[in-house]
């Protein structure tokens, strides 16, 4: 099933169920009706069951982080940020970040934070569907080209995050993988109602 006008051209989803019968209201083509029903029915009832089944199941343990990810989490807790549900988007992306806690802890190691020097980058501007995009380029100062390239899109569920707090990944892949890295700086939700991000991410 195409996504038509939701999604830039030559972008589409598979869809089959009761997933597509809650893209209707989005103008996509209509699924056959017992089709959509049947599947719909479907999954209330394996959700029903899965409840049942698992009353009395016990929790599955939590995955602890090793010693190294457990310092960076006490440091970012150490900054003093403040549960990110309980912000709006634009308070949301002030605070600090795992980036500002590893920071924090190689200060406090006496170890330097200057970015790696073997990685040359150069902020430039692509044209996309609403004005120009922000791309950083990170390129290999050594090995022989070409490079390969990869297209890289920050964390942040489409509302946080940015290229500057998404840095030292996009520049390590660029040297552990001898590889052109170009992190992309798509517009965020909520001022920019969806699919803007998608857009820009397919443009770039």
């Known amino acids: 099933m195409s996504l038509g006008p939701q999604l830039p051209r030559g972008l589409a ?21 017992n089709t959509a029903d049947t599947a719909a029915v479907a999954a209330t009832t394996d959700s029903t069951a899965m409840r049942a089944n698992n ?17 960076v989490l006490d440091q970012l807790a150490a900054l003093g940020g403040k ?16 980036a500002d806690a590893v920071k924090a802890l190689l200060t406090k190691q006496g170890k330097s934070t200057a970015p790696d020097a073997s990685i040359s980058t150069v902020n430039r501007t692509i044209p996309g569907p609403g004005g120009a995009i922000p791309v950083r ?3 290999p100062k050594t090995g022989n080209g070409p490079f390969p ?27 552990l993988a001898n ?4 992190s ?8 920019n109602k969806f699919p803007a991000a998608h857009q820009d991410a397919f443009a770039a």
């Open 13 to 33: 989803l598979t869809l089959t169920g009761a997933t597509a019968l809650s893209l209707t209201a989005l103008g996509c083509s209509k699924p056959a009706a």
């Open 55 to 71: 009353a009395n199941a016990p929790a599955p343990a939590m995955a602890q982080p090793d010693p190294q990810m457990q310092a």
């Open 83 to 98: 549960p990110i549900a309980t912000l709006t988007a634009p308070e949301a992306r002030k605070q600090p970040t795992p």
């Open 137 to 139: 380029i990170y390129t």
């Open 149 to 175: 390239v990869v297209v890289y899109y920050h964390g942040g569920g489409w509302v946080i995050g940015s290229i500057d707090a998404y840095d030292a990944g996009a520049r390590a892949l660029s040297k």
């Open 179 to 182: 590889a052109v890295v170009v």
């Open 184 to 191: 992309v700086g798509y517009r965020l939700s909520p001022e």
